[in-house]
């Protein structure tokens, strides 16, 4: 019984830290998105000029 609270409580400690962390997550996806878009933009630019 102890075993399963336990457990239970890991779990339960695994879902709030991903639930708090979503918005942190959203803002860097968003920031590496851009980086890529960006970086993707200048190699499409760079083609046309070789």
Known sequence: MLNGQLANNIS???TIKSFTAE???NARL???SEAYR???N???KLQWLL
């Open 12 to 14: 339960g400690i695994t």
């Open 23 to 25: 918005e942190y997550e």
């Open 30 to 32: 968003r920031i590496e």
């Open 38 to 40: 960006k970086s993707n």
């Open 42 to 44: 200048k190699a499409i």
